[in-house]
Each structure stands twice: as structure tokens, then as C-alpha cells.
């Protein structure tokens, strides 16, 4: 069963920075893909950034040039690096993994950016 613990969510100020963390019980030399989404009350969840098997990098329009997402196989995780935060970004933030066409999902960090 693979396992993703996310940390690193908080309260922060509009303009201020977070920085997430996702670390998968396994593996994630070789993945189809391994990102985040975030959920804001009463809103749809939605993709926030992703980084594909291949290497490519996706991130939502309404975060790019804010929000940085890398990953260290060697630790088995990625990360979420959040700069000039905006009270629009406050939602629950899951880390997801793509692998042998299975989906895995965190249990979510909460963000909260206060104006």
C-alpha cells in the first residue's frame, strides 16, 4: 500500500511563503506522475502543480511564478515551494501520485493566508 504524508501547511499572511512537503512510501524514481491539488471550500478540487514520469512540469495559470514544485528521489519526495501567497490560495492542499495506473492521495495539509 503505498503511502504520502504530506507536511508544511499553516496560517501565513497574504504575500508570506510555505513550503510543502510529500513523502511517498515508495519510489518515485519511476512514476507517471506526482503533484498537488488543492480543494477550497465549496470548490471543485483542482491540479496546483505536477511533475510528470518524463520530466515535464505543469502548473495552474493562477499560481505560475509564485509557486515552485521539485522533487528529491533520494528522499522519495516532492515538494511545494509557495512564495507571494494570496488569500485566494487558502484551501487543503493534497499531494497525489500517479503509478502502474493507480492513484494514491494524501490526506491533505491545510493552508490559510490571511489578508
Known amino acids: 500500500q503505498v503511502q504520502l504524508v504530506e507536511s508544511g501547511g499553516g496560517l501565513v499572511q497574504a504575500g508570506g511563503s510555505l513550503r510543502l512537503s510529500c513523502a511517498a512510501s515508495v519510489s518515485i524514481f519511476s512514476i507517471n506522475a506526482m503533484g498537488w491539488y488543492r480543494q477550497a471550500p465549496g470548490k471543485q478540487r483542482e491540479l496546483v502543480a505536477v511533475i510528470r514520469g518524463y520530466g515535464t512540469i505543469n502548473y495552474a495559470d493562477s499560481v505560475k511564478g509564485r509557486f515552485t514544485i521539485s522533487r528529491d528521489n533520494d528522499k522519495n519526495t516532492v515538494y511545494l515551494q509557495m512564495n507571494g501567497l494570496k488569500p485566494e490560495d487558502t484551501a487543503d492542499y493534497y499531494c497525489?501520485?500517479?503509478?502502474?495506473?493507480?492513484?494514491?492521495w494524501g490526506k491533505g495539509a491545510p493552508v490559510n493566508v490571511s489578508s
Open positions: 497525489h501520485l500517479a503509478r502502474r495506473g493507480v492513484d494514491y
